[in-house]
């Protein structure tokens, strides 16, 4: 559900944009569109580009054809207002920063994967914000008036909204560096953690025998998994894991929580049922 809200707010954020140019096109001037053109066609096909390669690793060649078709066409509809300069402009600004935000998601090593996402999402949407600034700039000038519609603050707020969700949003991952729990060992479990909870959140472990726990942390904060009852604690900073082997010898109900301030009451909390199979 977050994912689909910030892609909700990152469409409006550019949107606002797109419709400025279309609104005041002839007071905005062709240099300007150019600029502009230029500007979100790269800056959109470098973040589309980036995101898509990340989650989705093993298509790289069908994610940096999307991405420039997608920077591309942002290009283009950017600069259809002003002129033909300025559409192919947009075109081969947007193909280009598809084609290099592919490659900057791929060459991103796996533990360093959420921290790059979140430095994209804040260039993408500060770019974002001084292009609203240049566009209402040459507005005042040309009206000589600073009108509601010019002021930057709503789009500001907009932009803030955004990324402070996009920090606390972590993405899971297709990357089998990262999750090796389609290869662990069948005495191994896996317990990802993010902002904030566990996953999974109920976990089923038989008695009296040796199970090794791994907590992989795919968020951007530390996380820690501490099993209420037992002397049971792993930690693990983002982009790592870290493992320790456990032994329930009495079956019951334990409850494992991540003792970071205000992380429990986040809802980082997690059920272990120590039950016969």
């Given at each position: 559900?977050?994912?689909?809200?910030?892609?909700?707010?990152?469409?409006?954020?550019?949107?606002?944009?797109?419709?400025?140019?279309?609104?005041?096109?002839?007071?905005?001037?062709?240099?300007?569109?150019?600029?502009?053109?230029?500007?979100?066609?790269?800056?959109?096909?470098?973040?589309?580009?980036?995101?898509?390669?990340?989650?989705?690793?093993t298509?790289?060649?069908?994610?940096?054809?999307?991405?420039?078709?997608?920077?591309?066409?942002?290009?283009?509809?950017?600069?259809?207002?002003?002129?033909?300069?300025?559409?192919?402009?947009?075109?081969?600004?947007?193909?280009?920063?598809?084609?290099?935000?592919?490659?900057?998601?791929?060459?991103?090593?796996?533990?360093?994967?959420?921290?790059?996402?979140?430095?994209?999402?804040?260039?993408?949407?500060?770019?974002?914000?001084?292009?609203?600034?240049?566009?209402?700039?040459?507005?005042?000038?040309?009206?000589?008036?600073?009108?509601?519609?010019f002021?930057?603050l709503?789009?500001?707020?907009?932009?803030?909204?955004?990324?402070?969700?996009?920090?606390?949003?972590?993405?899971?991952?297709?990357?089998?560096?990262?999750?090796?729990?389609?290869?662990?060992?069948?005495?191994?479990?896996?317990?990802?953690?993010?902002?904030?909870?566990?996953g999974?959140?109920?976990?089923?472990?038989?008695?009296n025998?040796?199970?090794?726990?791994?907590?992989?942390?795919?968020?951007?904060?530390?996380?820690?998994?501490?099993?209420?009852?037992?002397?049971y604690?792993?930690?693990?900073?983002?982009?790592?894991?870290?493992?320790?082997?456990?032994?329930?010898?009495?079956?019951?109900?334990?409850?494992?929580?991540?003792?970071?301030?205000?992380?429990?009451?986040?809802?980082?909390?997690?059920?272990?049922?120590?039950?016969?199979?």
């Amino acid at each position: 559900m977050q994912s689909i809200m910030l892609g909700v707010v990152f469409i409006v954020l550019l949107s606002w944009l797109i419709l400025y140019t279309y609104l005041f096109k002839e007071k905005l001037g062709n240099m300007v569109g150019m600029v502009l053109a230029m500007t979100l066609g790269m800056v959109v096909g470098l973040s589309t580009g980036a995101l898509l390669a990340i989650l989705y690793p093993t298509f790289i060649f069908e994610v940096t054809i999307i991405s420039m078709l997608i920077g591309g066409f942002i290009g283009v509809i950017s600069g259809y207002p002003f002129s033909l300069v300025a559409i192919l402009d947009g075109l081969m600004s947007g193909i280009m920063g598809g084609m290099m935000g592919a490659m900057l998601g791929v060459m991103i090593t796996p533990e360093y994967q959420n921290q790059l996402l979140s430095i994209m999402s804040l260039l993408t949407v500060g770019i974002f914000f001084f292009v609203y600034l240049i566009q209402t700039s040459e507005l005042v000038k040309a009206y000589q008036r600073n009108s509601f519609f010019f002021q930057p603050l709503p789009y500001f707020l907009v932009a803030c909204f955004f990324i402070y969700s996009f920090h606390g949003y972590s993405f899971v991952l297709n990357n089998e560096m990262i999750d090796h729990s389609s290869h662990a060992p069948k005495n191994e479990l896996m317990i990802h953690a993010s902002e904030y909870d566990f996953g999974p959140e109920q976990i089923k472990i038989p008695p009296n025998e040796e199970v090794t726990l791994t907590l992989l942390n795919t968020g951007l904060e530390e996380h820690d998994f501490e099993i209420k009852g037992l002397d049971y604690h792993l930690h693990a900073k983002p982009g790592t894991s870290n493992s320790q082997r456990v032994v329930f010898e009495k079956p019951g109900i334990y409850e494992a929580i991540c003792t970071l301030p205000g992380h429990k009451e986040a809802g980082m909390v997690a059920t272990i049922l120590v039950i016969d199979s």
